[in-house]
């Protein structure tokens, strides 16, 4: 069991922060301890209710907020950073699927022979370009993400 | 973060969603769950003549901001930064000092929490405990001001560290550094070393 504990302890004590468990020991069993970290934290508790006694009536203060919501624009939430290019590169594959078929010589239809799309050159063009990588816009979607998140808050 | 903490936080986030698809109702619910907190942080920083005005501007900015939170930290430390810049913007704007002086309640006084009988409640302890507090609302105006402002945003306004540490920009390091100074020297000034 250790003595009593010493002033950064106490202090660290009442500041609420993390303890070493040698420190918890003890002042869960040193009344003498155990009342200086009380005796502080009452005066701060007291020094609360008084600014708390100061409040507004919460209701009142919410009804009074809530008038004011109807006249207030309000941000749509934003599009996540990922969707832009992610719709650029459909828009890409879209067109480069359509003017391929545009371009493409027109078969020969034999009267009778019914005409046959070339589908698995198709597919196989399109699975090519979905399993490249290197598909401009994608490099994007990681760009930025660290932002500081108190964006947000800032006026 | 505690249990009660995340589960708060998990039905903050439920009536953001809903808020931020033009739900009044969801935003009146989060108004209900934190506009006491909104309203200590601002009584921390422009005083009670202006804390209640300026807890409305920030919420009533936190509504119009809604769309723009995107749940990366909790709504609660979104808020508590939404409250502290209108604070400081409002400071600014009136070029008054950052933390506003409170009216002292009484002399300065030695001692106080050695002096203090265990049980408070008495009329003697009540007494003490009066002058204790108001020598501690002195001696807070001593404090630097960035330890000052943890220290009420620790106490008055109940926030954890690591909110604490979100909502002002700063390493969580610094705020247990800053914590455990300000609390020294409280310590120090009420007379506890004897």
Redesign the interface.
């Known amino acids: 069991m250790k003595n009593h504990l010493e002033?950064?302890e106490?202090?660290?004590a009442?500041?609420?922060?993390e303890l070493e468990a040698a420190t918890e020991e003890h002042l869960g069993s040193c009344v003498s301890c155990r009342?200086?970290v009380s005796?502080?934290r009452?005066?701060?508790d007291?020094?609360?209710e008084?600014?708390e006694a100061?409040?507004?009536d919460?209701e009142r203060?919410?009804q009074?907020?809530?008038l004011?919501?109807?006249g207030?624009?309000?941000?749509?939430?934003?599009r996540r950073r990922w969707t832009r290019p992610l719709l650029a590169v459909a828009a890409v594959l879209v067109a480069a699927i359509g003017l391929r078929a545009l371009w493409a010589p027109t078969p020969v239809v034999e009267p009778g022979v019914p005409s046959e799309l070339p589908v698995e050159q198709i597919l196989a063009e399109v699975d090519a370009m979905l399993a490249d990588d290197s598909i401009p816009g994608f490099e994007l979607i990681d760009q930025g993400m660290d932002d500081?998140?108190?964006?947000?808050?800032?006026? | 973060m505690d249990p009660s903490r995340t589960d708060l936080s998990q039905a903050d986030d439920a009536l953001v969603l809903r808020a931020q698809n033009g739900d009044h109702d969801a935003f009146g619910e989060l108004v209900n769950r934190h506009q006491r907190r909104v309203w200590m942080v601002c009584r921390q920083y422009v005083g009670v003549g202006e804390a209640d005005a300026a807890a409305q501007d920030s919420l009533v900015k936190a509504f119009t901001r809604i769309g723009d939170f995107d749940r990366r930290a909790a709504f609660s430390t979104w808020l508590t930064r939404i409250a502290i810049n209108t604070c400081l913007d409002e400071l600014r704007r009136r070029r008054r000092e950052a933390i506003v002086d409170d009216e002292s309640e009484g002399d300065e006084e030695s001692n106080l929490l050695d002096r203090l009988p265990d049980d408070a409640a008495g009329p003697e302890g009540r007494s003490m405990q009066k002058q204790a507090v108001a020598s501690l609302v002195e001696h807070e105006k001593t404090l630097p001001p960035r330890q000052r402002e943890i220290f009420r945003l620790r106490f008055y306004a109940e926030m954890e560290l690591e909110e604490i540490a979100t909502a002002l920009d700063v390493h969580v390091g610094t705020v247990k550094t800053q914590l455990h100074r300000a609390v020294h020297k409280l310590r120090e000034e009420l007379g506890a070393y004897r």
């Not at chain 1, 207030?72 to 934003?78: F, G, Q, S």
């Open positions: 002033e950064h106490i202090t660290a009442v500041a609420g922060l009342r200086q005796a502080m009452e005066v701060i007291a020094r609360l008084g600014l100061e409040a507004p919460w203060q919410r009074e907020i809530m004011q919501l109807p207030t624009p309000m941000a749509r939430p934003r500081a998140i108190f964006e947000n808050g800032t006026s």
